[in-house]
C-alpha cells in the first residue's frame, strides 16, 4: 500500500494542496477530493473522453492541450495549470463553444458533454478556423451515444463563426390547434 502525500494541483486558476495516495488519478482528485464533478467517469481507461480536460504549462496563459484526467497521476499533473469545464466560462459569461452547443442543440444526456466541449476548446485555440475533417479528427476521442455527433460538429463551425446555428434550441413550440382553445367540459370523477 503505497502512502499518502502531499501535492499541489493548480486548478482553473487556483491552487489546491491535497493529501492523496501515489495512484490517486487526476480524474479521481477532482471529483472525489475537489469536488469538480463536471469531468466524468466514464469507461475510466482512457477510451471515451469523458474525463477530457485541458492542461498546459504551469505560468502558461494558454488553456492548453486536451488530457485525459482518468489516466493521469494527480502527482504528475503538479507542473500543469488544468482547466476543467468548471473554469471554461469566463468574467464575461459562457465561453462562445458552451453558448454553441447550447445554441445548437448539441447535446442530450449530457455526460460526453463536458469533454467534447473542452476538446473542441483546444482545437478552436490552436487552430480558429477549422475544417469539418478537422473538428471530426480533433473529436475523434470524444464519444457520445446520444446526438449522432452531426449537430456537434454544427455546434464547432458556430463557435468559430463559421456558420450559425441551422435551428436554434430549444425549438418554439407549435400553436395549438384551434380545437384545443375552446373551452373543455371537465366531469369530476367521485371514488
Ligand atoms: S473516463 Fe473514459 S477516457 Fe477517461
Ligand atoms: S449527449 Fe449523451 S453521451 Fe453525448
Redesign the pocket.
Known sequence: MQKSGLIHLWINGEDHALAVPAQRTL?EALRYDLGLTGSK???????????TVLAAPRGSTARGEAI????TLAIDAQDLAITTIEGLAGPSGLDPVQRAFADCGALQCGFCQPGMMLSARALLDRTPLPTLPQIQEALSGNLCRCTGYTKIYEAVQVAAGLRAPSQRAPVQSERAAASDSKAQTVTEIVP
Do not use: H, T
Open positions: 480524474l467517469q466514464g469507461c475510466d481507461k482512457g477510451d471515451c473522453g469523458a474525463c485525459l484526467a482518468c489516466i
